[in-house]
């Protein structure tokens, strides 16, 4: 579920700033945190050993690169590569598609639009803002988009703010909310390994992370 959280392409240079979403499901409520700027992305998650993990994207090279937690060391893979990860995933979990409403709604201060997925596990509800993220990523995320209007969100810049996931039932068993989106300057360094740290050539190790960044098993 998390994948639908993934900025998607933007027609201007995107939002520059920090990011909180909150994640409630089956395992519990947990905070992410990230930031944005131009072609950079920077997600930090919470795992389940007390250890974050650090996903660096930079679409301006096509890379996505994962920090070692507890260890001065990174993998980097590119992002083409990570994009048909989440394809693979999105074939695999549900082949529900993605349907525009009427409906609107202003959160965080952004305008955002409804859709809605179903298939026979249940529904997804997107409430999604525009133009808010990398012109860059339109050329690897283009290629997950199913019908019209997935192309068009992810043409149109769409950012999910909120996301809810139902069962059959219509009960509610995941929701991601972003709970604050605050426009600031970020600094490049942010987005980069820290200094001393040292790349490695580690293919499984960074599958594993983006299986767990993205929500894939």
């Not at 933007?10 to 990230?34: C, H, K, M, P, V």
């Not at 007390?50 to 994207?57: E, F, G, K």
């Not at 349907?99 to 999604?128: F, H, M, N, S």
Request: proline share 5%.
């Amino acid at each position: 579920m998390l994948l639908a959280a993934f900025p998607l392409q933007a027609a201007n240079r995107g939002f520059e700033g920090r990011f909180t979403l909150r994640i409630q499901d089956a395992d519990g409520t947990r905070l992410i945190s990230g930031a944005m700027k131009s072609d950079f992305m920077r997600v930090e998650i919470p795992s389940d050993t007390n250890t974050t993990i650090v996903a660096l994207s930079d679409f301006a090279r096509s890379e996505v690169s994962l920090l070692i937690p507890g260890q001065p060391l990174y993998a980097t893979m590119p992002v083409t590569e990570a994009v048909a990860k989440l394809a693979d995933a999105r074939r695999t979990q549900s082949q529900a598609m993605l349907r525009k409403t009427t409906e609107t709604a202003v959160l965080l201060g952004q305008p955002c639009v409804k859709y809605i997925a179903k298939d026979k596990d249940g529904t997804t509800e997107i409430w999604a803002a525009a133009g808010l993220a990398s012109p860059r990523a339109a050329t690897a995320f283009q290629s997950l988009a199913r019908n019209t209007p997935e192309r068009d969100l992810i043409t149109q810049g769409g950012l999910p703010l909120r996301i809810i996931g139902r069962d059959a039932d219509g009960a509610a068993n995941f929701r991601m909310d972003v709970v604050s989106l605050e426009k600031q300057s970020v600094a490049d360094s942010v987005f980069q390994p820290p200094a001393g740290y040292t790349k490695l050539d580690v293919g499984g190790f960074l599958s594993g992370g983006l299986s767990t960044l993205f929500g894939t098993h």
